[in-house]
């Protein structure tokens, strides 16, 4: 980690899918402990930040460092392996699995796999539901427990940075709530969180400091509680001064 206690420092990054350019000399940061939210609206290119983050994607150019070295290009079982993890979008989990199983998953690292029962008992905490329905097949979960298991799934690899695509989409405000308030729980206990999200205010809510991306390209940020609500969603219909594209 750098000496301001920069975890995680993503410089001028440029993803393309064919010869459409998805991110745009994209330059962000994330400081040890803190939550930051990436605000945007639909394909502003939020999933591919994360994804490119996690190696699924690759960039074109640009860089990404985390704790120090570079982890741009790596294949995902090595960003796994250096200490980030992600909660996807859609909150996917193996549905023929059973809770249990999916949460195994997540630590089938070596050195998560020491760690298995301490992080098994540590989730089941966080989201007690889990445990209780440890046997069942993740198929028979709700929509909220979905989502649950998909962040619990991720904390088992045992990152320092945990990255959370879309956690409230499809899912009623008091589960919302609900989920916010664990990943709260987290954080305070040490973990470093990036979250995407689609609601504005939910975002600034949520986090300590906030980007909003617009078509690929970072137009906004600064500390969530600095940041006017109005002006982020003027950043994020790209009206006014952010009509540039
Ligand atoms: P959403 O909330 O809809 O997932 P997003 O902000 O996460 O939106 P991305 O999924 O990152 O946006 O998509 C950014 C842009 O890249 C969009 O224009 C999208 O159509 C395009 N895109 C995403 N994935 C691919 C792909 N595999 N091939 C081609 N274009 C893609």
Do not use: W
């Not at 000399?25 to 402990?33: E, F």
């Not at 023929?96 to 089941?124: C, D, Q």
């Not at 969603?233 to 594209?245: E, I, L, P, Q």
């Amino acid at each position: 980690m750098t000496n301001d206690g920069v975890m995680l420092d993503i410089a001028k990054l440029n993803v393309h899918y064919h010869d459409f350019q998805a991110l745009n000399d994209v330059s962000l940061k994330v400081r040890k402990g803190s939550v930051v939210s990436i605000i945007g609206s639909n394909g502003a290119g939020k999933s591919t930040l994360l994804n490119t983050i996690m190696g699924i994607n690759k960039p074109t150019s640009g860089d990404i460092a985390f704790m120090g070295p570079s982890i741009a290009g790596l294949e995902p079982n090595k960003v796994v392996a250096r200490g980030i993890s992600m909660s996807p979008e859609g909150s996917k989990v193996f549905e023929k699995m059973t809770v249990k199983e999916n949460l195994l998953m997540g630590a089938y690292l070596p050195h998560a796999r020491r760690k298995v029962n301490n992080s098994l008992e540590k989730v089941y905490e966080l989201f007690p539901v889990l445990k209780e329905k440890a046997e069942q097949d993740a198929t028979y979960l709700s929509g909220g427990q979905r989502q649950m298991l998909a962040i619990a799934r991720a904390i088992m690899s045992d990152p320092q940075l945990l990255l959370c695509d879309e956690i409230s989409l499809g899912l009623a405000p008091v589960i919302i709530k609900d989920i916010y308030r664990k990943l709260k729980e987290v954080n305070h206990a040490g973990l470093t969180i990036v979250l995407v999200e689609q609601d504005v205010r939910r975002s600034l809510k949520n986090s300590d400091y906030s980007y909003v991306i617009l078509k690929g390209k970072i137009v906004m940020e600064g500390k969530s509680d600095e940041l006017s609500e109005e002006e982020v969603a003027d950043a994020y219909f790209g009206v006014n001064k952010y009509t540039r594209f």
